[in-house]
């Protein structure tokens, strides 16, 4: 079976000519083909992370509250990994003798890569759990603070392939409730192209690019 070039749903040949027609680029063809080029590439690597991320987005496979990845992380993995490590101890050896086995060719078996991979393994669940509930006694937004991280990068990626359009928040519209304005609109159609989902309330969509233009 061949795999699915996951690119291919990314910024088709339609979504292009609207980006092309919102920068006024559309007769640009090298230009649009080298900001293509970038949007996939940055599209692709926000999926990834947003696929594999406990986050709100409507691409997102699993969306977990730090306190059920909490319990999950410490009864599933991390009770399991202390207790595994525990019975590889070498005070344990006898019960992994090859004497007395049926089978001549059987050798030892060395415990100790698994003994520093489950080492390794709780060290990083110990940071990360202490880091859910940090979060969790915060409040702290996983999906906000992607929203705002990639608002940024779409932002950083128009200032480079449309200098000369100018980094405004655009002029808001009252009728439509949108922002209207090259890199607002921009913004706008990237980012529910990569999030695959439908555009951000005007307001909310100017406050991040407002944050984005701050840093």
């Known amino acids: 079976m061949v795999e699915r070039d996951s690119s291919v749903d990314l910024f088709n040949v339609e979504r292009m000519r609207e980006i092309a027609r919102i920068l006024n680029i559309e007769r640009d063809i090298d230009r649009v083909i080298g900001l293509h080029a970038d949007l996939i590439r940055l599209g692709l690597r926000w999926r990834h992370t947003i696929t594999n991320s406990p986050v709100d987005f409507p691409i997102s496979s699993i969306r977990p509250a730090p306190s059920k990845r909490i319990r999950w992380l410490e ?19 006898p019960y992994f003798s090859i004497w007395g086995t049926l089978d001549p060719d059987l050798v030892a078996f060395d415990r100790e890569p698994a003994r520093r991979a489950l080492t390794e393994l709780l060290e990083h669940l110990d940071h990360l759990i202490g880091d859910l509930y940090a979060l969790q006694n915060e409040k702290a937004p996983h999906t906000g603070e992607m929203r705002i991280d990639l608002v940024c990068d779409l932002v950083e990626l128009f200032k480079v ?20 304005g090259h890199l607002p609109e921009f ?3 990237a980012f529910s192209e990569i999030t695959g989902g439908a555009v951000m309330p005007g307001k909310k969509l100017d406050n991040l690019i407002s944050l984005a233009l701050k840093d």
Do not use: F, M
């Open 75 to 93: 009864n599933k993995v991390e009770k399991i990994a202390k207790e595994l490590l525990k019975n590889l101890d070498e005070e344990h050896d």
């Open 161 to 180: 392939h449309c200098p000369d359009l100018g980094t405004t928040r655009g002029t808001y519209d009252s009728q439509t409730k949108r922002w209207i």
């Open 187 to 189: 913004v706008e159609a």
